[in-house]
């Protein structure tokens, strides 16, 4: 199950919703109010496959109802944003794992990320900090961990879990710990310092959270959502949490800068 909240995502929603789309049963889309061409690009993706859904919400929360009657059935849920491009051959072979009773021990599952500051235009080559050592953001979760899990703000963000035994918060693996980048089958591109809506300034660089802008910045949810992110933070990441405007740079911006092959994520003919 793939669950994906937008908001003005046109640039690289669509490679990031079909680089899943092959290894997803069910993908449900959740349109926070984009006013670029987001809408338009989710509804001709859901005409094209079968298997996906889309809503337009004011609420980010309900990106997490979508997914809260899957609670204690054998399903894995990969949360996706629309700057996050995953490897689709190397999920796919994480799946047949996944189906094999692999990792049935652990909550969550986190893997190799490059967070890309540079793409060049033919996409063969995205240049970029590497996680670890900057945050890892993937985020794939077995709900046979829980018995239940509402109250998320956004959907796969804490909120308040009923565990089975042997499970909890801290019940965590990195994919990255056995692998490299290479073959990592979690690894992912995450297009964080680079537009990612046609209607961004071409040096817009690294967006606010979607709780920090507009109404969320705003309104009650997203000081409710600052306050909740606080309570169960990745042991190896806490180091990383900043209040400020420069929290992106400081969790994304570890280490030295590396180049990667791009072409795995990109689609033959690319998007634009």
Known sequence: MGIVLVHNEDVYVEQ????????CDRIHLVDHLSTDRTPEILSRVTRELDHVTVERSS??????????SYAG???????????????????AGLRDELEGGAHADVFRLKGHVLNCNSLDEPRAVAGGYLAPPSRPVTK????????CWT???ERLHDGDAAFRPGYGWDSLRYTSEGTDWESDPLRMLHTCFLPRSSADPADAGARRGLPETGAYRRGWRGMAHRLRRRRHIDPRIKEY???GSGWKQEWYARGPVVSVDARPFFDAEGLG
């Open 16 to 23: 990031a919703i079909r680089n899943i789309a092959s290894v």
């Open 59 to 68: 609420d980010a929360g309900d990106s997490h109802r979508a997914i809260e």
């Open 73 to 91: 059935t054998p399903t894995w849920v990969l949360g996706v944003d629309g700057d996050e491009l995953y490897d689709p051959a190397l999920l």
């Open 140 to 147: 794939l979760f077995n709900m046979a961990a829980v018995d």
């Open 151 to 153: 109250g998320c703000l």
């Open 241 to 243: 949490q900043r209040s």
